[in-house]
């Protein structure tokens, strides 16, 4: 019962957990044999873990879903976007497979994941091929009665109500080892750049797909735009003339895909003001919201010349937007959160001892993390219009940093402790001069140094 304690109290700090130290317990997690358990300390961990997405312990089910996961909707909010796969359709995906594909199949890959040691890339995807195979054929065959109203029952009607998304797990689970191959010699996700040789990579990667299924070769694309950093990116790449005509699929292909990637960014900065929920970190909403601005970049700059007025109305209006949720869904929460935090006394409480070092220190980071992500606002805002509200945001921010802590020092009550605490909050948002100004006016440093020589004899 103690060690059940001693993890929960593990889970509920996750999030003040270094990358690796929480990939770590994430694995020491999935082997604990009480299923309700593990559940229980995951979902209390999911936040970081969608974000940082560290390797899982493999199932029957993982493995099938694998070649797929990079297309399903965001936990976070639902927005669904062109190619991608709703979680929903796992459910029934997954029943039919069972019921569909060969027990032999299915029973070799359980016997293959209960052993210790773990599979390399390579080895998972020559597991999952017999089960990708089969799974591909199983739906279309499945898809293919339901859509002739020959079979029956709660399954059926859950088919034929996603028949979409069933059609396209099919197609990716046909081209399923190309994918997982392709995350194996690409670097992993997000991708900032691709060297000469993956470009190459990638190239054959894409015409060996086109020629084992044209259907299939869009799907393919979806998954690797999904993995970029800045979708605009590959999409230029393989605009270059140099690598496009090398490839075998048509340029009327890409144009589909260029277009379909352009209006998800464009949905997905549309959708920013009907978002009620999800965002309740600002943390979270900077990161999200400098992703937005870098594919939105990323997809202007990939389109260049071929934008007409309307593209151009479309994207200032998806500047505009993804500008009015920095300013009220970051900035306000962060300043709010900061303005508290050196309000309630926690920056300038009194130094903690040894056994409080660990509860001095997390409220600290916080407000650190707080800080970064309105440091994070004031460099998108010149890209989205909102640089003014950003910068007097900022400004009215520091000052009541500084005067709060002129205010303790006043009042005897500064230490260097409180004094850090400040500093490092005015280095972040207004950057090393503002607080190495604070640091001499907090320690008396410049009225130190104008005393005569003879005071210091």
Known sequence: MTAAIDWREVARKSSSLSDDKLVEITRLIERMPEEG??????????????RLRPPRRLTPQRLLFQPIEDLFDPLDQYRRKVGQVSRQAVGPCWELVQRRVSPTILKNIRTRLERPDPLSPEQATALGAPLWAAAAEALEDELGTAAKGRS???????????????S?????????????ETKSNLPKRPIEYLAEADIEYMVGMINRVFNKSRQATKR?????????????YLIDILRDERWARQLASSSQMMTDVEQDVFKDVLVEAGSLR?????????????????????????????????????????IYAA??????????????????????????????????GANDA?????????????????RRCASMSRHIGVRGQVEEKLDRLCGHI???TRLADQAGKGSPAQVYSSVRLIEILAGPGKAEELLREALNLDRAFDQPDEEFD
């Open 358 to 374: 660990q509860a001095a220190v997390e409220p600290q980071r916080t407000a650190e993390e707080w800080a970064h992500s309105l």
């Open 220 to 232: 393919f694309l979806f998954v690797q735009m999904a993995r970029m950093e800045r979708p605009g």
């Open 168 to 180: 396209e797990m099919a197609q990716l689970f046909v081209i399923a080892c190309e994918i997982e």
């Open 319 to 352: 500047r505009r937007n993804i500008g009015e949720f920095i300013v009220g869904k970051v900035m306000a929460k962060a300043d709010a959160n900061l303005v508290r935090f050196i309000d309630s006394g926690t920056a300038l409480a009194p130094d903690a």
């Open 402 to 404: 500084e005067q709060h």
């Open 152 to 166: 029956g029952g709660r399954l059926a009607a859950e088919l034929r109500d996603m028949s979409g998304q069933l």
């Open 274 to 314: 009907d978002i009620s929920g999800g965002f309740d970190d600002p943390v979270h909403a900077a990161a999200y919201a400098e992703t937005l601005v870098d594919r939105l970049a990323s997809m202007e700059k990939a389109l260049g010349p071929a934008r007409d007025d309307r593209a151009q109305k479309e």
């Open 37 to 50: 358990t593990r559940r229980e300390l995951l979902a209390q961990m999911r936040p970081r873990l969608v």
